[in-house]
């Protein structure tokens, strides 16, 4: 073991090595700022600077508004983590981030700009030769986003306090055939709630296992409009705080209890060792990393009572890669992935029979505005209190990822497999 772990290291110094000396080859190709904004005028974005009070006049929300001039030196030395950074110093301005990305992305422009960040090959390499989400190693995530306290999320999240995409369609159902459009966030996570219980088939006998339980809101919902009991697990202990001081009644009546452990740990049920009849998990699988698909799946296999259904809504990429964004890696969420297709359905393959694979990514754009427009909000009236320079990379954070979204350069998957079931799954929407 030892010596395998030595060779694995001797391998990476080596390839870091390999990967330096080409960049420092190759010169650190720098892009030329004015190639940038050639490219950026094709696809109707202006780039102006601060001081041109003519061009200012008539500036759209989209355009970008260069403050410093170092921008590019930023962009082009660090990639994207630098077109983040440089936001977040103030050195650029964009009232519609959101529209910004959505026509960049939309249009391919960042394949038509290959940046030389010696930063990102390291991360892309130890990415394939080491298990970036380790058992043993506590998940950065946590202490990075999930444990920033929840002032920020009371405020943005609305009151279900849903962290992943709402439903902004009313699921239907025999005795409701006609969908209506939801007319607030609260009642699209309450729709998306709904949505997840009908395809689960949800029953008042039911004990469902929730992986990765967020807030607790929707263990609360399933109790409060099924009856079943619910098993949360989690590694968050801010989201674990809220989530007993939110079921706290519940759980005292033994219908729902929140356990700290990582899924690879979960227990069945206590104290028969029983299967669950159903497993749901949202949001979690970004966490979960590439090396591990295949051992989360196994894991809802073992769980999982034969007949029953596993219900996965995660956010998902239309590529398949090893590593993520890195500006969303070193500020928002560190190690995570989003899984492809190929990646998925790899990782089911001889345990789940996949019966229904539902894409409604752009409802992510219209929960990522109405969450910005809440944290705006929040700002306004000092009901959150963040530094600029916070402020600046949690406005990024959102903007930039509704504009992916609504360039439909990922997606929102909801995916119910099941487990030795012989009987025709009927699809809900």
């Known amino acids: 073991m030892f010596q395998s772990n030595i060779f ?3 391998i990476v110094i080596v390839i870091i090595f390999i990967v330096i000396c080409v960049a420092i080859y190759i010169k650190n190709y720098k892009v030329n700022p004015d190639s940038v904004i050639k490219l ?5 974005i ?6 041109n009070a003519n061009e200012l006049k008539t500036k759209r929300d989209w355009d970008i508004v260069v403050n410093d001039p170092t921008y590019f030196n930023d962009i082009t030395s660090k990639g994207t983590i630098g077109v983040g950074e440089s936001y977040m110093d103030g050195k650029w301005d964009c009232d519609a981030i959101d529209i910004l990305f959505d026509k960049i992305l939309f249009n391919k422009l960042e394949q038509k700009i290959q940046f030389e960040n010696i930063a990102d090959k390291i991360k892309i390499v130890t990415s394939y030769l080491f298990n970036q989400q380790m058992k043993e190693d506590p998940y950065k995530v946590e202490k990075v986003h999930y444990d920033i ?8 999240l609305g009151n279900t306090m849903a962290y992943s ?3 902004w369609t009313s699921p239907t159902s025999p005795t409701s055939p006609i969908t209506h459009e939801a007319k607030s966030l609260d009642e699209a996570q309450n729709n998306k709630f709904d949505l997840i219980c009908k395809k689960l088939q949800l029953q008042r006998n039911d004990h469902v296992l929730d992986i990765g339980s967020g807030f607790g809101g929707l263990a609360k919902y399933m109790v409060d409009n099924y009856g079943c009991k619910v098993t949360g697990i989690n590694i968050s202990k801010e989201q674990l705080k809220y989530s007993r001081e939110l079921c706290a009644q519940y759980i005292k009546n033994g219908q729902i209890k929140f356990i700290d452990c990582d899924y690879r740990a979960t227990p069945l049920i206590w104290p028969d ?4 009849d159903k497993i749901v998990s949202v949001g979690f699988c970004e966490h979960v990393g590439t090396n591990n698909y295949k051992v989360f799946c196994q894991k809802a296999y073992d769980c999982l009572k034969d007949g029953g259904l596993f219900l996965l809504h995660t956010i998902g990429g239309n590529v398949s890669v090893t590593s993520s964004d890195p500006w969303m890696d070193k500020y928002i969420f560190p190690n ?5 297709v190929s990646q998925l359905s790899s990782a089911a393959e001889n345990l789940f029979v996949i019966e229904d694979w539902h894409n409604f990514g752009p409802y992510y754009d219209k929960t990522l505005m109405a969450w910005h427009k809440n944290y705006e909000n929040a700002i306004k009236s000092g009901k959150i209190k963040n530094d600029n320079r916070f402020y600046r990379m949690w406005r990024y954070y959102l903007l930039v990822c509704a504009g992916c979204f609504r360039s439909r ?3 929102l998957w909801q995916i119910v497999m099941s487990k030795e079931n012989k009987n025709l799954y009927k699809c809900v929407r």
């Open 165 to 167: 995409c709402g439903y």
């Open 336 to 340: 995570g992935i989003l899984p492809s």
């Open 409 to 411: 350069s990922i997606q």
């Open 40 to 44: 950026l005028n094709d696809i109707d």
């Open 273 to 276: 060792n029983e299967k669950y």
């Open 8 to 10: 694995i290291i001797v």
């Open 46 to 51: 202006r780039v102006i600077d601060v001081n």
């Open 149 to 156: 306290g929840n002032n920020i999320y009371i405020n943005m």
